[in-house]
């Protein structure tokens, strides 16, 4: 009867033992269908925030292209509006024009852009095609070279008597220069070629050019000379007497610098200038770079 009941006993725990085991596999499995279940749910997470994330910045690179197309357009179309209207007309157009490179949709904003279009085409005959078209092809920026013309005309103004100003193009021997003469003016002067060692030198059209431009052409050269004359120069000159017209000078050297000497951009520009006693001097105005320095 003992070994009866021994056998039971060891059946019992064998029993326990094995109801023990089945519920730790059955923990197991739960804790091992929870993690399962996790995992997905993090990776569903992070590819639902990755997607976010990209379609954030996607939307705003188009953002930052659909802004530089309307700041082109409203370039292109100011340029052509200021050669159609009127000077003070054509800065209120402008102005207005300007408003469309915000990114806004307000019905304002479509109203002055209908207004600006139809002025365009009223003023310009069917033209501002033609010139979107010349502007689009040109390298240089026409909004840089009308902010160059505006600060060099405001730099030669606060030119001192006997100051000297030089308007390089980097890397050649293309320049205009400006001397100011107090009570006397200002000379202004675009290279000639006989100061043209190391660039191309000008073309018979490109001198009947400077000519055609304004500039006096020069009137002798320095191997011809034992002493300076006091008239003429040997470079393309203009005497300018007072007041002096410090907004025309600048046109004219802009127009020379663009039209002859091939410059595309005011950033291919560099300055050089001295006072009358020789030391250099500084003209942050212009914003383009100063010859060594």
Not at 167 to 189: N, P, S, W
Not at 250 to 257: D, G
Not at 264 to 271: C, D, F, I, M, N
Request: proline share 4%; glycine share 6%.
């Amino acid at each position: 009867m003992e070994e009866i009941g021994e056998a039971r006993e060891i059946r019992n725990q064998f029993d326990k033992m094995r109801d023990e085991r089945d519920a730790a596999n059955a923990t197991a499995a739960s804790w091992l269908a929870f993690v399962w279940y996790l995992s997905i749910a993090l990776g569903i997470a992070i590819l639902a925030t990755a997607t976010f994330l990209f379609l954030t910045i996607s939307k705003h690179i188009s953002a930052q292209r659909e802004l530089e197309n309307r700041r082109e357009v409203a370039q292109i179309l100011g340029t052509a509006i200021r050669a159609q209207l009127p000077p003070e007309q054509g800065r209120l157009v402008v102005d207005a024009m300007n408003r469309l490179t915000r990114l806004e949709t307000s019905d304002e904003d479509r109203t002055t852009k209908t207004a600006i279009a139809g002025a365009v085409r009223h003023r310009g005959g069917g033209k501002e095609d033609q010139a979107m078209v010349r502007i689009r092809s040109a390298p240089d920026s026409e909004e840089s070279w009308a902010q160059f013309e505006a600060n060099l005309a405001a730099a030669l103004s606060d030119l001192a008597e006997d100051a000297h100003l030089v308007i390089l193009r980097k890397g050649t021997d293309y320049f205009v220069q400006f001397a100011a003469q107090g009570c006397h003016g200002m000379r202004a002067e675009s290279v000639s070629n006989t100061f043209i060692r190391k660039s191309s030198p000008l073309s018979r059209d490109a001198c009947h050019q400077l000519t055609d431009l304004g500039w006096n052409p020069p009137t002798y050269a320095p191997s011809d000379v034992i002493d300076e004359p006091s008239d003429g120069s040997s470079n393309y000159y203009v005497d300018a007497a007072t007041p002096v017209p410090c907004n025309e000078l600048a046109r004219l050297a802009v127009e020379s610098l663009r039209a002859v000497y091939g410059v595309r951009h005011p950033g291919e520009l560099q300055y050089s200038g001295c006072s009358a006693d020789g030391s250099a001097i500084r003209v942050p105005l212009l914003k383009i770079r100063r010859e060594n320095g």
